[in-house]
């Protein structure tokens, strides 16, 4: 299973930008406290990147949540914008297995792995609502929390070409 780091290795730049675009608008501390933790693990000052024009800044971040020792950072912000711009997803993907969540779609704890029929079946239905880049970028991350929570999960992503990210 991919790492979170791998899964921003494996996004596209414009998908990578344009989550950090959406922190930088709609979650200005969690952009704030990256930047600020991101330069200082490379022994810059936040102003060096705070004085770049916005896509420097989303390109430099970027560079460095695709980077092995960021992977708790990089979890950080998937959380973050998935459940801030597509928390419809995460609701949708939880209802299809009737598992209870706040209006954000987190929930208290996963029940075991579903079947793999019932896997289908939800993932089927979201292909057909959601953006299938978006779908791959959030069974992967569902699944990096706990790689061993949904074995059925993994299964899919490693035989689906379209649950994977490239």
């Known amino acids: 299973m991919l790492k979170p780091f791998e899964i921003f290795a494996k996004i596209p730049n414009d998908t990578a930008s344009g989550i950090f675009g959406f922190l930088h608008e709609h979650q200005k501390p969690l952009y704030k406290s990256a930047l600020e933790t991101l330069t200082k693990s490379r022994n810059l000052r936040p102003v060096f990147l705070e004085k770049k024009p916005r896509v420097e800044q989303f390109a430099w971040l970027t560079e460095q949540v695709r980077r092995r020792q960021n992977d708790s950072m990089a979890a950080h912000v998937l959380q973050i914008w998935l459940v801030g711009a ?59 929390l706990d790689p061993s929570a949904w074995p059925t999960l993994s299964a899919l992503i490693e035989e689906d070409p379209t649950l994977q990210l490239h």
Do not use: W
């Open 86 to 144: 597509h928390k419809n997803l995460l609701c949708d993907f939880l209802d299809g297995f009737n598992i209870p969540h706040d209006e954000n779609g987190t929930v208290e704890s996963l029940p075991e792995s579903p079947a793999r029929e019932k896997l289908l079946e939800v993932i089927n239905g979201l292909r057909t609502r959601y953006d299938g880049t978006l779908l791959a970028i959030y069974m992967n991350t569902f699944q990096s």
